[in-house]
């Protein structure tokens, strides 16, 4: 298959190559069992250390398309490594091709499995994926006669168009010719003719299925006629979202919504739910104090006096992801999610049902409406949620009461110094006056694509959150955020009785710089070490603040 597309960037980046690992080994064990989850989560494990040259052969690219494919391998790490590779291999081919690209069948099959399975996050990347989609809608549009490959590879775009939220930026001409495809599709769903796949894939590489009236009402109707009937990809496109919007009016309400703050982070999230997810990482179950151990970075004898079941409240839960996770790895525990947003309990409530989770229940409420939770809970992870408030510290206070004396609180709050690409370009984005919505957002990307705004926050394209609607306007046009530095942080702990007992979350390579520039603080407790660290390595909470809190037992009284 051939392409042409426009030049990339000058100043987008692949990715740097780290240091050659065990590929070797690891493919030798697939080799063995090719299809095996765990062998295929260990080949993924070995490609931070893998060099996309040297890796580079068939039986590599094979092996990653069956690891694209697996559900339990963790997105973050392979879809960026499988969005760095492919940008690498096809823009080594335009260079050659003086911008004509042809792509060999075994590069397009990986392609195809990373479009069906995960998100491109790769600038340099995005425009061959785009050039790909209109050479399709061409196709289609003039009825063009194409290979299983191309209609595979149109059905992957679709997929990932869903995943990414029809980002990507649409000609006019695009959309001129994305009218006759939808017309072709209505037309023969309407004369109870096969619908063709090309358009139909072609169409959903554009548009979503599920605001289609004609495509909503037929899917239905397969979907009537047998779920396993229904092909999968208009179950994810269409019907997936078809069962959300029957389950909005029956998720239990907890709370009202009544502060101006949550009423508007609401509408955000109701338009655009937070993140669109479909692989979850395997965790193997564990009892509560491992749980702490494994997740908050707890030492035993912090661990010690915790019950071995618990109650837990994830407060704000988004499209349940988190919580979901955590229903699965913690045994003998009692999960209640709640959020702002119906529409994300209502993706969260499909996946748990999908997934047979038992010990989660999903509420709608405020944070700041919690009232009669008193010391309900042993546990409660607010992770990326508290900076989103009006005041933040009046939903800490509410956490802390609705967490029982001794009990754990896990928070997630963004640093000032981390985020400076982030809060520099949130200014901007109200200077210029970009919309917060699909259109304004794609402005935003043409104009950063095309280098006007490159410069200033180069390192923002490195976010996976850059390619993705909903995740985009989390991060840079986002309605409420504030950020802090770890001396608000220990100040917010102190008044709120939460003693600090270390980040979670941290690569060990941070962890281990920090013991050895900081030897004077083995627990990792000082934040006020942990700030000159910061200053020292400004992105080290790149991500977020993730802190691990015990609130104050209550203390022992003598008796008289």
Not at 98 to 115: E, F, R, Y
Not at 167 to 182: C, R, S
Not at 355 to 369: Q, S, T
Not at 422 to 447: H, K, N
């Amino acid at each position: 298959m051939s392409i042409h597309t426009r030049p990339i960037p000058s100043r987008a980046r692949v990715g740097a190559k780290p240091p050659r690992g065990s590929v070797s080994a690891a493919l030798a064990a697939l080799d063995r069992a090719p299809s095996d989850p765990a062998a295929l989560r260990a080949f993924v494990a070995t490609l931070a250390k893998a060099d996309m040259e040297r890796a580079r052969s068939a039986r590599f690219e094979a092996a990653l398309a069956r690891a694209l494919a697996e559900p339990s391998v963790c997105n973050l790490t392979i879809q960026s490594f499988a969005s760095a590779y492919l940008a690498g291999r096809f823009m080594a081919a335009a260079d050659k091709a003086d911008g004509k690209v042809d792509v060999p069948p075994g590069l397009l099959n990986l392609t195809i499995a990373h479009l069906y399975h995960r998100l491109n996050v790769s600038l340099a990347l995005e425009p061959f994926l785009i050039a790909f989609r209109r050479d399709l809608l061409e196709a289609a549009r003039d009825g063009r006669a194409v290979s299983a490959q191309q209609i595979a590879l149109a059905e992957a775009l679709a997929r990932h168009s869903f995943t990414c939220e029809y980002i990507w930026l649409e000609a006019e001409a695009e959309t001129a010719a994305l009218e006759t495809v939808q017309h072709q599709v209505e037309t023969a769903i309407a004369q109870g003719a096969d619908v063709p796949a090309l358009p139909l894939f072609v169409l959903g590489a554009y548009r979503p299925l599920d605001r289609i009236p004609a495509l909503r009402a037929w899917v239905a109707l397969q979907a009537a006629q047998g779920l396993e009937r229904l092909d999968p990809t208009l179950r994810l496109l269409v019907f997936d979202r078809l069962q959300e919007e029957a389950l909005i009016p029956r998720i239990e309400t907890l709370t009202a919504i009544e502060d101006a703050t949550s009423a508007a982070v609401q509408a955000q999230y109701e338009e655009n739910p937070y993140p669109r997810w479909r692989h979850l990482g395997r965790r193997t179950p564990v009892d509560f104090k491992t749980y702490l151990s494994r997740e908050l970075a707890l030492a035993p004898a912090l661990t010690a006096s915790a019950p071995a079941q618990a109650r837990v409240l994830v407060a704000g839960c988004g499209t349940g992801q988190h919580p979901i996770s955590l229903a699965l790895s913690l045994t003998g525990a009692t999960v209640l999610a709640i959020d702002l947003s119906r529409a994300s309990l209502a993706y969260a409530s499909r996946e748990a049902r999908a997934r047979g989770v038992e010990n989660l229940g999903f509420a709608h409420a405020d944070i700041l409406k919690l009232d009669g939770l008193e010391d309900a809970f042993e546990l409660i992870e607010a992770m990326g949620v508290l900076h989103h408030m009006r005041d933040p510290e009046a939903g800490l206070a509410v956490l802390v009461k609705a967490l029982r004396p001794g009990g754990f609180l896990r928070l997630g709050l963004y640093s000032r110094l981390a985020r400076r690409a982030v809060i520099a370009m949130r200014s901007r984005i109200a200077t210029v006056g970009y919309r917060p919505d699909l259109e304004g957002m794609r402005a935003f990307r043409r104009d950063f694509f095309l280098d006007r705004l490159y410069a200033e926050a180069p390192e923002l394209c490195s976010f996976r959150d850059f390619y993705a609607t909903s995740e985009l306007r989390d991060l840079i046009f986002h309605v409420q955020e504030r950020d802090y530095t770890t001396s608000e942080l220990a100040e917010m702990l102190d008044r709120n009785g939460l003693e600090f007992l270390g980040f979670s979350g941290l690569d060990a390579d941070i962890m281990q710089r920090y013991r050895a520039e900081t030897p004077d603080d083995p627990t990792g407790t000082d934040l006020a070490a942990w700030g000159r660290f910061e200053d020292r390595h400004p992105e080290t909470f790149r991500g977020m603040y993730r802190l691990s809190c015990r609130k104050a037992a209550p203390s022992a009284v003598s008796p008289a």
